[in-house]
């Protein structure tokens, strides 16, 4: 492969290898259960682990197992899936693992349509539309080397 199709590659696998997606700041505080029909508010935290700034970000968020979910908009309907609008985040910075960025605004919500004796996954998000370049690596990883050097040298004769 040549250089630049491996790029290709590291950039469309750059989500799922560098970027942790988690629901937070869930209200009311869910501890094992949560009630049938119950509204549950979030927000969502993104990490970046990697060496991209990640820009324009858009976020998929889907009920799962009969799950609902809606944006905060106090007119918004409880649907499957919703997607937010492209660069919903502005930026995830590159090498952020302790300086997550995290929705603002109005939280997302939830709520579950069934009831289950057992735990279950009842939302996922997903990275949607989202752009990089390659500022970043290019200005930030150009770092003082040592090893590139260059010396004179010569014979110093006593006059």
């Given at each position: 492969?040549?250089v630049?199709a491996?790029?290709k590659t590291?950039?469309e696998?750059?989500?799922?290898d560098?970027?942790?997606l988690e ?7 869910v501890g094992t259960?949560i009630?049938r ?8 935290q993104?990490?970046n682990?990697?060496t991209?700034?990640?820009?324009g970000l858009?976020?998929v968020?889907r009920g799962?197992n009969?799950?609902?979910v809606?944006?905060?908009?106090a007119q ?8 937010t609008?492209v ?8 090498h952020?693992p302790?300086?997550?960025?995290t929705?603002n605004g ?7 349509t069934?009831s289950?004796?057992v735990?279950r996954d009842?939302v996922r998000?997903?990275?949607g ?11 930030a990883h ?5 090893a590139?050097q260059g ?9």
């Amino acid at each position: 492969m040549s250089v630049l199709a491996d790029l290709k590659t590291e950039i469309e696998n750059y989500p799922r290898d560098f970027l942790d997606l988690e629901l937070v700041d869930i209200s009311p505080a869910v501890g094992t259960s949560i009630n049938r029909g119950e509204e549950v508010r979030f927000q969502v935290q993104i990490t970046n682990r990697g060496t991209l700034d990640v820009h324009g970000l858009s976020l998929v968020i889907r009920g799962l197992n009969g799950t609902l979910v809606k944006t905060g908009n106090a007119q918004a309907q409880f649907v499957t899936s919703l997607v937010t609008s492209v660069g919903f985040i502005d930026t995830v910075p590159a090498h952020q693992p302790e300086n997550p960025v995290t929705t603002n605004g109005t939280p997302f919500a939830f709520k579950a349509t069934s009831s289950s004796a057992v735990a279950r996954d009842l939302v996922r998000v997903e990275v949607g539309e989202w752009d990089t370049d390659l500022n970043h690596v290019l200005i930030a990883h150009s770092d003082p080397d040592t090893a590139a050097q260059g010396t004179f040298s010569a014979v110093v004769s006593p006059q």
